[in-house]
């Protein structure tokens, strides 16, 4: 960290205090409190669209020591609301890196504070669930009562309806490297630049279009496949990219969800979805297939799951489907299978660049439900 220590407050809204230092942005910061367990690839979780709205708290002690370069981000901008860390690096140590993250912090605005003892705030968190909270620093800090006050004035979670502040403002394309194959229209919920990239690398030309977008934006692009993308807020508030959803299925069209894709999936099938306690973030979450018994090391961003059973079968308004994975840890539900339309999801990130890659072979599985729907 740079510069004289300024005192700063992370407040959440059951009035724990955690005291520290000003990281990056001096002022104010509102949103959701959150953990993070990912040792590595802290660049990508900062510009990952799903964490709109979300104070990150970061279980790895010390953060930083890579810097900030201008390769990995995953979108045109951090996308947190607030950054929570034990002990910032120093001086960034990486060839690639063009400056420091309290720097990068700095210039994005987006206040942070450090020095705190993440290890209990991740206990209380795990205990008491996801909260409301903010950063204070500066000029900001004030009496506990007032920050407390300002906390609870901010919005909750549940029932947040944030694709559309995420999504891009107008179409674009990726284009395929080598031979054009396929041709899929991307649903940006709040998509990760390794997406489109890891379609690209399979032959697909990838359209994406904002989460607006109409089934006759859909068709016009005359797609071979229909993929949902991750993002942020509460999948009951997205009764469009639902009805979207639906209207994929009715066609036929080979469909890929991933993350609240999945959840956007499981809505269209009728399934119910719930806020999790303190839901799942990292890099390093098992995964179990019901289908094949095999284990995939994930990484996850999600605070809400679709209600459901591990093997569980059910009917939808589409056909047969079944829950296809679950988490090995709780049970939660993983993914989604169709028996009589081309369509799955997963509930987390099988393009996580920073890794783990154990599902990155996803990609290849939906190349395959289109080869199958055009053969």
């Known amino acids: 960290m740079s510069g004289t220590r300024t005192p700063a407050a992370l407040v959440l809204e059951d009035g724990r205090v955690f005291r520290g230092a000003a990281y990056g942005a001096r002022g104010t910061s509102l949103g959701?409190?959150?953990?993070?367990?990912?040792m590595t690839g802290y660049q990508e979780t900062l510009t990952d669209p799903s964490y709109r709205k979300q104070i990150v708290v970061q279980t790895a002690p010390q953060i930083g020591n890579t810097g900030w370069n201008d390769e990995d981000?995953?979108?045109?901008?951090?996308?947190?609301?607030g950054y929570v860390v034990r002990d910032p690096a120093?001086?960034?140590?990486?060839?690639?890196?063009?400056r420091s993250l309290d720097d990068e912090l700095r210039e994005q605005g987006?206040?942070?504070?450090?020095?705190v003892d993440t290890r209990t705030l991740t206990r209380h968190l795990r205990e008491h669930g996801a909260m409301r909270a903010g950063v204070f620093s500066g000029d900001a800090l004030a009496p506990v009562e007032e920050l407390l006050?300002?906390?609870?004035?901010?919005?909750?979670?549940?029932?947040?309806?944030?694709?559309?502040?995420?999504?891009?403002?107008?179409?674009?394309?990726?284009?395929?490297?080598?031979?054009?194959?396929?041709?899929?229209?991307?649903?940006?919920?709040?998509?990760?630049?390794?997406t489109p990239r890891q379609l690209a690398k399979r032959g697909i030309e990838v359209h994406v279009l904002p989460a607006t977008s109409s089934m006759d934006d859909v068709l016009a692009v005359e797609p071979d496949g229909v993929f949902l993308s991750n993002g942020p807020g509460d999948p009951e508030?997205?009764?469009?990219?639902?009805?979207?959803?639906?209207?994929?299925l009715a066609r036929e069209i080979p469909l890929f969800g991933i993350c609240f894709g999945n959840q956007i999936l499981g809505r269209a099938l009728g399934?119910?979805?719930?806020?999790?306690?303190?839901?799942?973030?990292?890099i390093n979450v098992p995964v179990l297939d019901t289908a094949t018994g095999r284990v995939a090391i994930t990484a996850q961003n999600h605070g809400f799951a679709l209600e459901g059973e591990p093997g569980q079968r059910?009917?939808?308004p589409f056909g047969a489907a079944i829950v296809s994975h679950y988490c090995a840890n709780d049970g939660t539900v993983e993914g989604l299978r169709c028996q009589d339309v081309p369509a799955f999801s997963v509930q987390y990130h099988p393009e996580a660049a920073a890794g783990p890659h154990d599902a990155n072979p996803l990609f290849d599985e939906f190349v395959g439900l289109m080869e199958t729907k055009n053969a």
């Open 32 to 38: 959701e409190a959150v953990f993070c367990t990912g």
């Open 73 to 81: 981000d995953e979108s045109s901008r951090i996308w947190v609301a």
């Open 90 to 98: 120093r001086t960034p140590s990486n060839w690639r890196a063009t």
């Open 110 to 115: 987006i206040v942070g504070i450090a020095e």
């Open 149 to 194: 006050d300002t906390v609870l004035a901010s919005p909750a979670m549940k029932g947040a309806d944030l694709a559309g502040e995420v999504t891009t403002s107008k179409p674009y394309v990726v284009p395929a490297e080598g031979q054009r194959l396929y041709r899929v229209a991307a649903l940006d919920l709040g998509i990760k630049a390794n």
């Open 237 to 248: 508030t997205q009764r469009h990219a639902i009805e979207l959803t639906s209207a994929t």
């Open 271 to 282: 399934l119910g979805t719930y806020k999790m306690r303190f839901g799942h973030r990292g």
């Open 314 to 316: 059910f009917e939808s």
